[in-house]
């Protein structure tokens, strides 16, 4: 129990996408509607599901394999990840605050994507975006580490990736059983996001890497 509330805490930041929130709110606004929203959905669950079951099951094959102690990497590897977080938080300080919330080119992107490009474009955004993924491995990692059998493992990662995924599937359902009050929340949405993006973009990272960073020395020593 205490591994899988561990893991959906730290699954939890999800709700800190805000490029995914923001972009799912856009696509279900937009003429399309609900169609390219829920196909970069469909992608963006797939994606993180395919990463976080992979993961869990290499890690825990190379364990099986390996005698005697473990040794260092994965401590360092949190460290890394740690530190590279800190650093785009003081990038996203040190950047002052941008007047054009939306870039008019990904408006245009947006307009005419289709569904099978919204699918895959969701998928691609789990591997780009490293602050989500160092995020959500990090909720992976839980598991990964623990002396729990395979199939325990991977339940709690598709619980993370549930819990990881939840804003973004949260808006499509608002669409799909509130239509017509759906322009009118979303927009609320996204104005809040645009509001406070520049607090969330800094304290975000600056939270989990001093997380990564903590737990990769604590490792080590």
């Known amino acids: 129990m205490t ?10 930041g999800g709700m800190l996408s805000i490029g995914s929130i923001t972009i799912v709110i856009l696509l279900l606004i937009s003429d399309q509607g609900w169609r390219n929203g829920l196909a970069y959905t469909l992608g963006y669950v797939s ?3 395919i990463i976080g079951v992979s993961v869990v099951w290499l890690g825990y094959s190379v364990a099986e394999n390996r005698s005697g102690e473990p040794g260092y990497f994965s401590s360092i590897l949190f460290i890394t990840l740690g530190v590279l977080l800190l650093w785009l938080t003081l990038r996203n300080w040190w950047k002052p605050p941008s007047e054009n919330k939306e870039p008019p080119r990904l408006f245009a992107i947006l307009d005419k994507i289709t569904p099978l490009k919204a699918f895959g474009f969701g998928a ?41 995924c939840a804003p973004v599937i949260l808006l499509v359902l608002i669409y799909l059983f509130f239509p017509r009050q759906a322009d009118k ?4 949405i996204k104005q809040t996001l645009d509001t406070h993006s520049r607090t969330i973009g800094i304290v975000a990272p600056l939270i989990f890497g001093l997380i990564f960073v903590i737990r990769g020395i604590a490792g080590i020593l």
């Open 185 to 188: 929340i979303l927009n609320w």
């Open 3 to 12: 591994v899988l509330i561990q893991s959906l805490l730290l699954a939890s």
């Open 124 to 164: 691609l955004v789990t591997i780009i975006n490293f602050k989500n993924l160092a995020i959500f491995l990090s909720a992976v990692s839980v598991s990964l580490l623990s002396d729990l059998p395979l199939p325990s493992k991977t339940i709690i990662v598709l619980l993370d990736v549930l819990v990881f």
């Open 47 to 49: 994606g993180y599901t």
